[in-house]
């Protein structure tokens, strides 16, 4: 177990442990990103009958042989008015988008192409092929259909549906709930005093808001001092939780009392070391309930094992088919120098080039420095196998938190 | 103002009145994907002092001329000690991660890289340059330096950046307060009983979630009837808030009584037409405090309309440089017709290809059909002068909300 193993082999196993959770019943206004679990059918036809597509005039298709062609306007119909009158030949009704067609009319004039002669007469100065501007019955729902499938995760067009047809609660894929844990006498907490010679706490609020980025709030434990008592009682504590993150205490020293005191509390280990970089002392285990992840103490090696083996188990565990960061194909703007051995990740920015995307290294790839992190857009990976990238080749990125917009507005003509 | 506007005009109008709004102080775990409205500045030197990258031994590179090496370990040191000792030739100190560099020594050497010979002697098996495996203070923040600077988006890593320099409250831009309307009395609310004739209100829920995507909660103000005084009194309340989106009410028949009643009222409007499709009829005008957008009634054109016109301008509002849908670069899996005069949305689902990614259209672009918009990964762009798109083109698309992930797991190996 104290051998690294490579990361898609991680990967497969935190996945075998980290299954879907259960359901629950939520507020549709609460629902944005989260996995339906029950298949949804139509609970009505939509439209609920042929309507106009435009604001216009419903006519009969036959009168329009010839035009300029003059109708006699019998009625006036909006969205929600439901017409009982027929419409014979030489007549027509002025129809509002969204309004029922009357009987005896098949197509519909848009008012763009007509023009008003009295207060009920019409020229129409176009022909039209019958059912022209015309939503048929049940064209986008049909009662008793299935329209969304149990796995769908609910974008805002998702959301969309379900209040057309009335879900007003869904039944929806629950969220883990979150514990993080620091570790280490030399940390200084948000709220303690300013010590010159401590390390402030950056990896817990760091980790909290990669949490907050998949839509989970997480509690945040503190920090754990290298006395077993206390940091006995907050692991206990923290196993509580569908997953716990250890920030900290991946270290191999005499000072780790996190792998043994984990072990005592019950948690089986699957694996201590992973073949990436940043990151290599990164372990996984389980307890009956609890998924318990120890991060390394270097907050870039902490963001990035969060990124390859904390997210993935998250959204799998909401429920997501979706759990793999989108990838990017690009073109590097300058070597890449690599050892083959571990997977890396590095910290790139892009920017733009005719056919796609450049991506340029952050610069100091140290995984203590966090500013490399905060500036990156995404992340090259380079494979294991690798040794080097050269300036000018086609690699992939994946694509980090904050980076689905972007400054300049292309393609808009 | 009859004339459709191009939309990139359009976007610039909208962008000339959408301009950023004031800051607030708002706590650190709330400030995820919020805007820094002020430089920031380190508070320390960090690491406070040269510090150990590794576990290991911290030795004089100078004892290790000729390797394996012996030396006598004369001290423990871990994170948050403080040295006074000083290592003198032939001598050693044990060291953890993080743990400061003791006087005397130059070199870290990995606990890997040593084998433990007595309880105070190890030997050493490589060699090493001075320097190796030591960080350095003040590497990642120099005290007083800016770190961070105003505009900055407060993601995962910046997060982390601003709990190093002990930021326990943020100074951002505000975000918009939101309101949305329906309109028309053939709609049906979330919660009315079912009436098979009329239309449910899909797009207040769909717009909701779109604004909810954002980071900012909408307040729903329900549905205004085709009465003159309810919608003025609903317009009145909703022209309170910073933005007001008003869904349905963008026809130009006589049943609207939208665009009258929101200029009785004091908004000037400043477009009400637009070159794209879907989306045609789009409207914009402004108050002294508000913005007010009226979108199609068409669930999809809604839909597209807010992602081109609302968007960028909540997030200009919210203080972002990138305020536009990131474009990916595709090859067509088909030919999209097109006629040219307005640009054209198509929504398509997204598929892998050897060099990057295959768009195909989702099947029926019809404006009425939710379905489509709910499946769709992304949305192509067809320019307005082009005159159509043939299959196995590159052209570009704008991704989606909920496209961040994909299901496989590309590059890691």
Redesign the interface.
């Known amino acids: 177990m104290k051998d690294a193993i ?3 082999e991680a ?1 497969r196993m935190v996945l075998h442990h980290a299954v879907q959770l259960g359901t629950e019943r939520i507020d ?2 609460q629902a ?2 989260r996995i339906l679990s029950n298949d949804i059918r139509s ?7 042929d309507i106009s ?1 435009m ?1 216009g005039y419903a006519v009969r298709a036959a009168d329009l042989s010839v035009v300029p062609a003059q109708l006699i306007v019998i009625a ?1 119909i ?3 008015d ?1 017409p009982t009158l027929k419409v014979e030949a030489g007549r027509c009704a002025r129809i ?5 067609i009357p009987q005896g009319t098949d197509t519909v004039i848009r ?1 763009e192409d007509t023009q008003a002669i009295a207060p009920d007469k019409v020229q129409i100065n176009v022909i039209a092929k019958a059912g022209k501007d015309i ?1 048929s019955r049940a ?3 049909r009662t008793n259909e299935v ?2 499938t149990a796995g ?15 879900c ?1 609660e869904v039944q929806v894929r629950c969220r883990p709930s979150i514990a993080i844990l620091s570790s ?4 200084e907490g ?2 303690d005093a ?1 010590d ?15 949490v ?2 998949l839509g989970i709030v997480p509690t945040l434990l503190g920090i754990a001092r ?1 006395d077993l008592n206390d940091l006995r009682e907050k692991l206990e504590q923290g196993l509580q939780y569908d997953v716990l993150l250890v920030s900290g205490g991946t ?5 780790d009392f996190v792998r043994p005191t984990l072990e005592q509390l019950g948690a089986q280990m699957h694996f201590w070391r992973v073949q990436m970089r940043p990151g290599q002392p990164v372990a996984f285990g389980t307890t009956k309930h609890c998924k318990v992840f120890c991060l390394p ?3 870039v090696s902490s ?1 990035v094992c969060f990124e ?1 083996l904390v997210t ?1 188990a998250l ?1 799998n565990m909401m429920g ?10 690009v073109r590097l703007t300058q070597a890449v120098a690599h050892r083959p051995g571990n ?1 890396e990740f590095v910290r790139v920015v892009l920017s733009r080039d005719d ?2 995307y450049l991506a340029t290294p952050t610069g100091s790839q ?1 995984s ?4 490399s ?4 857009d995404a992340l090259l ?1 380079v ?3 690798c040794d080097g990238l050269e300036a000018g080749v ?1 690699a ?1 990125v ?16």
């Open positions: 490579p990361l898609n990967q549709l206004l944005l990103g609970n009505r036809d939509h439209p609920p009958c597509a604001d006036d909006k969205a929600g439901l509002m988008t969204g309004a029922p008012v939503r064209e986008n729902l329209i969304l769908t995760e609910i974008n805002p067009g998702t959301l969309g549906i379900l209040a057309m047809v009335k007003a280490g006498d030399e940390l948000l709220h300013f010159v010679n401590k390390i402030p706490d950056a990896n817990s609020y760091a980790l909290m808001a990669q907050q980025a290298d270290s191999v020293g005499v000072h103490g270097n907050p963001m390859q993935p959204r997501h088919a979706r759990i793999f960061r989108r990838i990017l194909p997977v056919g796609g140290s203590g420095v966090l500013l992190m905060a500036r990156a990976v494979p294991s196998a086609k992939i994946q694509l980090l938190d904050g980076t689905e917009f972007e400054e300049e507005n292309r393609g808009i003509e």
